[in-house]
């Protein structure tokens, strides 16, 4: 027995210390004072709690539902309020409290007066709903003045009791204990916020292991009732959650699975060989890698899940881009990438084209005149507004055919991603693969092939190659920037590369952590391998960055030494917060500072290419 004792309180505290404890759902939300809410019972019950709670007060032999005598209103019973509309969903549901048949409820009743004939009158009221007693994954249980455990033995099976700590309970006792509650405050003056002082942490921790030891659930009452709360109750493998705001315990919880990652696939990063921090030494090349989506909190995530490690984060010259656009404090993809690729603002939903319409010629059609080679990537489709930006000029991001006949008739060498349909199955029954291998391109339509090209001048467009890293994308994004560096290393002629980790944008806006964290990780391993190219070169200057944020991503809790993290969404939307920008190469202490998201056309072009350009 001992021997199996302490195995359960080993088994305990590693679930404690995982981050992730055991799972919770609807049915561990404990609705606390259930009756306060504007509409009783239902306001709770539809979000399918595990445990609803009324007080009641019994007078003249009715049982009324209030918090304090003061507060007692003759019209509202407990049978009105709660066993008429139970026993109501009981009957629609098959005798099951839910739809969900698996669901349990308790309908906790805590007794405010005397206990015995409080719980003779509930007995009585109970007796008159017969479903009430047949029920399946249903319990009523009591607390407050409840009886001494020695008469539980003379109330109805059905009547089940809120246990307490202290209480050393007999076998047949014990059974009849729906739960063991106790004060929180009894054990920790925590407020809720930062972390639990060492020795209340410890107190609590040992509280939890003795209940569980006794095979049943812990409650807290008086327990701070917010997200921070919430995890960290979570963490300590607290059962039963009470709270006086179902809705919002609700809506958390149901986000659980999305709003965490557990990794289990961890990259070794690049760690660089050179200092470029004070060297005024300037490039030929340029790497532009652009993490759809991706702020301060997209990255910490991605670092986190990586034991702590990211290439990115390698890079020590680091500035920061604002990325309003021309007709919104917010931009989107199309108006932030075109800032970046043409040093001009506009609006949403503009690719390549200033807010007044007029066309802005490219940073890659203005290099391609001074003899440049120049590359396009997306782990993306090739014709949505961030690539698109770099070589086509549209009033809307969303003419995919239009963009794609776009690059037909400039002269950038690569292009790699998804984006078929918009060259080959067109409205206008065009085939661009055909036009584009006239012109002198390879292209293939199977990523797996990439590696056999041996023209300098190529197309991949494969959809199945641009899923996301979740449903089994592989290294897509690191492959297409070590292929296309290799090739365009093969010439003299000075390059520039654009690569996109478009995904991270999406998982942003499916507010899905473990979307997100896949790509920034998959993005991380890209940027690995420009960042070995651009040490063996060195003549290659890399730059990271994002066109905007998305999601609102805050991170609530995380484990860096297990790879775990956990975050939450304020929108599904793109945000207005500034993204980072990292550099690593010659010229890369020019990109320190705060500036517009026009400043990075701007300080390519003309301070770190020193190229005059045509207006």
Excluded at 341 to 367: H, Q, W, Y
Aim: glycine share 6%; aromatic share 10%; charged share 20%.
């Amino acid at each position: 027995m001992m021997i199996r004792f302490i195995l359960l309180l080993l088994f305990s505290i590693s679930l404690i210390h995982a981050g992730l404890a055991q799972e919770y759902t609807s049915s561990s939300i404990f609705a606390h004072n259930d009756y306060v809410h504007a509409i009783p019972f239902y306001t709770s019950y539809y979000e399918e709690p595990g445990f609803i709670e009324a007080d009641v007060f019994l007078r003249q032999d009715h049982l009324l539902v209030a918090h304090t005598p003061e507060e007692i209103d003759t019209r509202y019973t407990l049978d009105s309020l709660y066993l008429k509309p139970l026993s109501g969903q009981l009957i629609k549901n098959q005798g099951f409290p839910y739809p969900d048949h698996t669901k349990p409820l308790t309908l906790m009743i805590d007794l405010k007066t005397d206990g015995v004939t409080t719980l003779e009158a509930l007995v009585r009221e109970i007796r008159k709903y017969p479903v009430l007693l047949s029920a399946k994954n249903f319990q009523i249980a009591v607390s407050g003045d409840m009886p001494d455990p020695s008469r539980w033995k003379n109330y109805p099976a059905f009547i089940h009791f809120d246990g307490r700590p202290d209480i050393i309970y007999t076998k047949e006792q014990l059974d009849r204990v729906s739960m063991i509650s106790t004060s929180f405050q009894a054990y920790s003056k925590w407020n809720g916020k930062g972390v639990i002082v060492k020795v209340e942490y410890e107190r609590l921790n040992r509280l939890i292991q003795q209940v569980h030891a006794k095979g049943k659930k812990i409650r807290f009452w008086a327990t701070p009732d917010f997200v921070n709360a919430w995890i960290t109750l979570m963490k300590m493998n607290v059962d039963i959650l009470g709270t006086d705001d179902v809705l919002a315990l609700s809506s958390f919880i149901k986000k659980l699975p999305s709003n965490r990652f557990q990794n289990k696939q961890f990259h070794e990063v690049y760690r660089p060989q050179k200092d470029y921090t004070v060297s005024k030494k300037l490039p030929k090349n340029i790497i532009l890698l652009i993490g759809d989506g991706m702020g301060l909190t997209q990255l910490y995530s991605g670092y986190t899940a990586n034991k702590g490690q990211l290439n990115i984060f390698n890079s020590k010259d680091i500035g920061f881009s604002i990325t309003t656009s021309a007709d919104s404090y917010i931009t989107d993809s199309a108006a932030g990438a075109t800032a970046m690729a043409a040093g001009v603002k506009t609006n949403n939903r503009f690719i390549g084209m200033d807010s007044s319409g007029n066309v802005l010629p490219s940073i890659t059609e203005k290099l391609k005149q001074k003899g440049y080679k120049t590359a396009i990537i997306s782990a993306g489709d090739v014709t949505d507004a961030t690539p698109a930006a770099f070589y086509a000029h549209q009033p809307e991001r969303s003419l995919s055919e239009a963009i794609a006949n776009d690059f037909l008739s400039g002269e950038n060498d690569i292009l790699i991603g998804g984006g078929t349909k918009a060259f080959k199955n067109r409205a206008d029954k065009k085939n661009l693969v055909v036009a584009l291998s006239k012109k002198g391109y390879t292209v293939a339509e199977s990523f797996k092939s990439m590696d056999t090209i041996r023209n300098s001048k190529f197309i991949v467009l494969d959809d199945s190659a641009v899923i996301s890293k979740l449903k089994g994308r592989g290294d897509f994004l690191a492959r297409s920037v070590k292929k296309s560096l290799a090739t365009l290393s093969q010439s003299k002629a000075p390059f520039f590369m654009m690569a996109e980790g478009a995904q991270i944008d999406y998982g942003g806006h499916d507010n899905n952590m473990s979307y997100v964290a896949r790509e920034v990780l998959d993005f991380d391993q890209a940027v690995g391998e420009a960042m070995k190219f651009a040490d063996q070169n060195g003549e290659t200057l890399l730059i990271i960055t994002a066109d905007h944020e998305t999601g609102g991503l805050t991170l609530l809790n995380g484990d860096i030494s297990k790879g775990y993290v956990q975050g939450s969404f304020s929108t599904s939307d793109h945000t207005a917060v500034m993204v980072p920008v990292f550099s690593y190469g010659p010229g890369s202490y020019l990109l320190k500072g705060v500036y517009p998201n026009t400043e990075l056309y701007s300080k390519i072009v003309k301070e770190l290419l020193r190229i005059e350009v045509d207006k």
